[in-house]
């Protein structure tokens, strides 16, 4: 079995400590159970609005440096809340063969699938 090298991304909007040490907690042992190796985790708490954020950077340029075969978030909500950027993020990602995996073991095939769960994350129809 080919272990894929992870990264684990988790942000919230508002100051929670305990929101993120739970998200990446759920992320770890999602990776430890699927056999994925943790090759750098962000979490940040920043506007999901806001797609210049200090943790996103870090994993772009983990992605860029070709470290990155997956991105783990909780949900895609997690990655961000403006649905032109996401759906911008997330084509990028695709471009360099970067799946985007949720904890709870979706792992959405194109970048379209993906933009339509985020729009029903955020409530959008």
């Known amino acids: 079995m ?6 684990i991304y988790c942000r919230v909007a508002y100051p929670d400590a305990r929101a993120l040490a739970i998200q990446q ?8 159970k699927q056999y994925f190796e943790i090759v750098g985790t962000t979490a940040e708490q ?3 609005l806001d797609f210049s954020r200090r943790g996103l950077a870090e994993v772009s340029n983990a992605v ?12 895609l909500s997690r990655l961000g809340r403006d649905v032109v950027k ?16 949720c904890a709870d073991g979706t792992v959405p095939q194109t970048a379209t699938e993906i933009l339509h769960k ?3 994350a955020s409530g959008a129809n």
């Open 2 to 7: 080919e272990h894929k090298r992870a990264w």
């Open 25 to 32: 907690t759920a992320l770890e042992t999602f990776a430890e």
């Open 46 to 48: 920043a506007n999901g």
């Open 64 to 75: 860029d440096a070709g470290e990155v075969d997956l991105l783990l978030v909780t949900d």
């Open 86 to 101: 996401a759906d911008a993020y997330l084509r990028w990602l695709e471009d360099r063969f970067v799946e985007v995996v």
């Open 118 to 120: 985020l729009m029903k």
